[in-house]
């Protein structure tokens, strides 16, 4: 019996490897594990449970550290989601209503279908970052939106285990705002941290930490966890700890997977409607694309985050299992729902494969979905002959430069909806556009072009959009900003024009101050 856990962790090692190995999530591996040992009469143990709890509670911490107001304000990402989360709850809660009523098994009330309906919401977080780092697409315009509309639907979940908990907190939670102004503070630690191990123990610390006295107050642990990792958001260190963590939790959450499988086999009948239900994840397209393209997002966009949001999520697991553990659901739905995310995935993999290929196939169709309010944004370029890449401060610096010798022919291209309005409201010309959209630069014509500037905060972006322009055949000027001598040397090489931020902010400092110094030396 000693040895249990460590086989069982074993188990789910080689299985998640086969899974890997033809082209699947581990996490469907680690679900067949649980499964498998299921009918060897193994069952979990308080190891598996600890590293469930854990795992959770990293989850929610992590999202926390992610969260980016400025992108998740964007109605294209919230409204987005909140309609096709809507949409998508009521055809499924109509679905299984029906179900029920045909077939008896499923043992299923209007509580227990709203539940499984909100979980069936969900697109998984593990699917889609798997999938773009794969790509090399994780800095596409699509990967961001698809992703933030993830950190959406996750936001949902949260505030459904909030309410699920039915933990009355003391009169101690109100105290608990007091970590706000503790943020600078717990800053200075995390600049003392460093980026290597020691980041990594402190982002355990803080969220293990963190759900521990939450807890103590009547509020739901993974809630505390989740409130102080928001706090920290926003920092460039915080990118880094949720980086560091992103691995670890996955490693923990293999505890959760393999509980659900070790739990056993749901009946018969609800195995065929979970693989109905799982079939449906690959017409969330069918809803995602018009949401997005409503939203004034391009078409290529629109239909490559749609193709990998096709999939149930891990997250839509946790809501069910904590409502069966709440007595709101069935257990056995547990299982049957690890069914209907295992076989989203099987559909989504070649689906969001093939999202690229149907997008040249039928371009001409599908643009006949852009918004009018894009469409005008594109009309908006006649004229152009300077285009900036990104309008934060160093592109808004650069605009302000060289707008008044060159006036309207300077063009600037940002993404970010709220800030373009804010700069047409202070007089630029600036249009939402996606950079690394080809569709916009069809329209926006290359040959009239003199100079591109790339002003993108990512490194990687910058070199995205740079390899595109050359690919469609632009042979104009390129600049780009770079923050370190290694990404300047790589944008040489490729024939573009770099300006090191930090090393020319040193020469433009000493040209500033020397303003103060006397005329002539003593």
Known sequence: MALIEPFIILTALLCGMASRAIGFPALIGYLAAGFALYEFDISSGPLLEALAELGITLLLFTIGLKLEPTKLLETRVWGTTLIQMAATQA????????????????????????????GLTFS??????????????????????????LIVQDLVAVLFLAVSAGN?????????????????????????????ELLTLLGLALAIGSAQIFELVGIKGDLGALFVGAVLAGHHKSKAMANNLMQLKDLFLVGFFLSIGLGGW????????SILIGMLAGLKPLLYFPLMTRFHTSPRTAVLASGVLANHSEFGLIVVSVAAAANLLDPEWSA?????????????????????????????RLLSFQSPELARSFERTDGARIVI????????????????????????VEELEPRVAHHIS??????????????????????ELKLIMLALTNHRENMLVAELLRSMGYRGEVAAVVRHEDHAREMSAAGISAFNLYAEAGSGFAAHASELLPANRA
Request: aromatic residues 8%.
């Open 124 to 149: 998984s977080t593990v699917f889609v970052i798997q999938t773009m780092q794969e790509r090399g697409e994780v800095d596409s315009s699509h990967s961001a939106l698809a992703i933030g509309i």
């Open 336 to 364: 049957a729902l690890s069914i209907a995310v295992a076989v989203s995935f099987v559909i989504a993999a070649p689906l969001s494969s093939a999202t690229h290929e149907f997008y040249r196939k039928h371009r001409d």
């Open 266 to 273: 749901p009946s018969t009948t609800l195995i065929l409607v």
């Open 389 to 412: 890449l990104g309008m934060g401060r160093v592109g808004t610096g650069a605009y302000d430069s060289l707008a008044p010798q060159w006036g309207r022919e300077v063009l600037g």
């Open 168 to 196: 009355i907190p003391t009169i101690y939670a109100i105290g608990m705002l007091a970590i706000i102004p503790l943020r600078p503070l717990i800053l200075r630690f995390l600049a003392v941290a460093g980026y290597g």
């Open 91 to 118: 055809v499924m809660f109509l679905l299984l209503i029906m179900l029920s009523a045909t077939l008896q098994e499923l043992n299923l009330d209007y509580v227990g279908a709203g539940i499984i309906a909100l």
């Open 426 to 447: 202070q007089q630029r010309r600036v249009v939402t556009a996606d950079a690394s959209d080809p569709d916009f630069w069809f329209r926006l014509n290359l040959n």
